[in-house]
């Protein structure tokens, strides 16, 4: 019909499409009534999903053009050649757009009657990366009252894939549920990647479009969800009442697939016509069809019927012409090419409800036995280690098992006589304080021996001494070094304190005396030693300087 160039404002350079109708058709009234009826019809719908038209108009030389927003996009066409299959999530997106494109232009009394991918552009747009856009309304037809366009019966307008059974009829109340059809298709090739009505030639098209039923979608894809299905399914109904009943409502559907799942009776397909069963092939509609509309141009009379009564009856139909009458003699037709679809019917809730007993929930029991079980092994576990640790230290602690007697180190001190000795820089004096203290081999030694001569079992218990820093000298009563901190050893249980000094270089020895009357575990925090230095003596700076050596005094 025509072409489309790149243009740009010569005074602002702002970029637009140019819209051109072609020179030899510039001189047919319809087609240049078609051709300004897309700029009438794109604006008055208004919507941001639909392709802009600023102005049209007649140039000097006889070019009819109108001036569009210019697009810097993907068609829909491109997207589908390269990916073949979308995701159902983004083709549901995409399709609820032009859903809503459509929807405003069939309120506006606009159908658009050439649905397909090359008229569906995506582009990033308002934080969308595919915003869609509808182009082309170039077959639109004014279904309003006042339309001076009109399309004569028997001929075909739109791409035969993507046409409905009633514009492949070509009939003449065509109404929106044709785009309703078309937009099905389109969803159908996303979500599948292939056509659900294709052929060789445009004539097996047009007849399978009327007689055949589309495949399951989901035995294509099975990543379709049953709701997705249904919507197909109703999309592709034949029969057009059986179809979504506005745009709107196929727009809200594809929003919320479950929800219109929920609310909707399942649809099932009819069956197709068997071959053979139809009585006119694609070629014999196609060579009538093609005949008809070269004697409509030339406003010739129609041509004659070169074919059997019946197929030029059926070839008649399927065009639209509808004068074609049968002989006398011959048998009515059968018209219905269409199996009809058998009518929703909501299902019958059969299913018996009873009210919950007064006193009972409605949720089941629970199973108290496995809580009763549980608890109670925790209780028992709990209760005998309790036990064995309290019985433990009661025989720990008891006078026969810590007997100890200082007369072997030359003093006599009460029984539970508490040893203090305070952290100094220098060993605590060797008094009769630190006299008490007791080492495993004087523990020995003082053990008292029955009348048997026997000696009773010394009960050691398990030490640990740690620090703050770790690494320090762990020295015992007797001066002797024991290890280093983390340390652990087993010392004999005794009710006097037992003095162990710790010893770090760079921090503070520390004497810590420990009661062993169990295990023991204790954490010394050793304090640092303080920096020593002045300006005079070996370790002083120049004369007069009063800054610190940085050397540590040794202890």
């Not at 102005?55 to 053009?65: A, K, R, S, Y």
């Not at 409800?353 to 496995?370: F, L, N, Q």
């Not at 019985?391 to 180190?409: I, L, M, Y």
Request: glycine fraction near 8%.
């Amino acid at each position: 019909m025509g072409a489309v160039y790149l243009a740009e404002h010569p005074l602002i350079g702002k970029r637009v499409a140019l819209k051109v109708i072609h020179r030899e058709l510039a001189g047919n009234r319809e087609v240049v009534q078609r051709f300004f009826q897309e700029a009438k019809a794109v604006n008055k719908i208004g919507n941001d999903h639909i392709v802009e038209i600023h102005d049209f108009g007649v140039t000097p030389e006889g070019d009819h053009f109108y001036i569009m927003e210019y697009l810097e996009g993907r068609t829909l066409a491109s997207i589908l050649s390269k990916e073949k299959t979308i995701d159902v999530m983004r083709a549901l997106h995409i399709g609820a757009q032009i859903a809503n494109a459509l929807a405003a232009a069939h309120a506006s009394g606009v159908i658009h009657r050439d649905l397909k991918p090359d008229n569906i552009m995506l582009m990033p747009r308002m934080g969308d990366p595919e915003f869609v856009k509808v182009l082309d309304f170039g077959l639109a037809k004014m279904f309003a009252e006042g339309s001076s366009v009109k399309t004569a019966a028997g001929v075909l307008l739109g791409t035969p894939q993507y046409m409905s059974p009633e514009a492949c009829e070509s009939k003449r109340d065509i109404d929106h549920r044709t785009d309703i059809y078309a937009l099905g298709i389109l969803l159908f090739q996303m979500m599948t990647g292939r056509l659900p009505f294709d052929g060789e030639s445009m004539g097996e098209v047009l007849v399978k479009q009327v007689t055949q039923l589309p495949p399951p979608p989901r035995g294509l894809n099975p990543a379709i969800p049953p709701s997705v299905e249904q919507i197909l399914l109703r999309c592709l109904a034949k029969p057009v009442d059986a179809r979504f009943p506005s745009m709107q409502a196929l727009r809200d559907a594809l929003l919320d697939p479950e929800s219109y799942l929920r609310g909707s009776p399942p649809i099932a397909a009819a069956r197709s016509i068997r071959p053979g069963e139809a009585p006119v092939d694609a070629r014999t509609v196609m060579m009538h069809a093609e005949a008809v509309q070269k004697a409509k141009l030339a406003g010739q009379p129609l041509p004659p019927q070169k074919t059997s009564a019946q197929a030029a009856y059926q070839a008649a139909t399927m065009i639209g012409e509808g004068v074609a009458v049968p002989q006398a003699n011959q048998r009515p037709p059968t018209t219905a090419n269409v199996p009809d679809l058998a009518p929703p019917v909501a299902p019958a809730q059969n299913t018996m409800r009873i009210a919950t007993p007064v006193g009972y929930s409605s949720r089941p029991p629970r199973k108290m036995w496995p809580i009763v079980l549980v608890m109670g092994l925790l209780f028992g576990l709990g209760g005998g280690a309790f036990a064995v640790a309290w019985f433990g230290r009661k025989d720990a602690n008891t006078p026969g098992d810590a007997g100890v007697t200082s007369g072997e180190v030359g003093a006599t001190t009460p029984p539970d006589s508490a040893v203090t000795i305070e952290a100094t820089d220098a060993a605590p004096e060797p008094d009769a304080t630190v006299a008490e203290t007791v080492t495993p081999d004087a523990a020995k030694a003082v053990l008292p021996i029955d009348a048997g001569g026997a000696v009773p079992t010394i009960t050691m218990a398990k030490v640990t001494i740690d620090s703050t820093p770790q690494g320090a000298s762990v020295i015992g009563p007797d001066g002797v070094v024991l290890g280093k901190t983390p340390f652990k050893t087993e010392w004999p249980v005794s009710k006097k304190k037992v003095v162990f000094e710790l010893r770090l270089s760079g921090y503070r020895k520390k004497a810590t005396p420990l009661l062993v009357d169990g295990n023991t575990a204790i954490l010394v925090e050793l304090e640092k030693a303080p920096r020593t230095g002045s300006g005079k003596g070996s370790g002083s700076s120049s004369k007069g300087s009063n800054s610190d050596t940085g050397l540590m005094r040794p202890d």
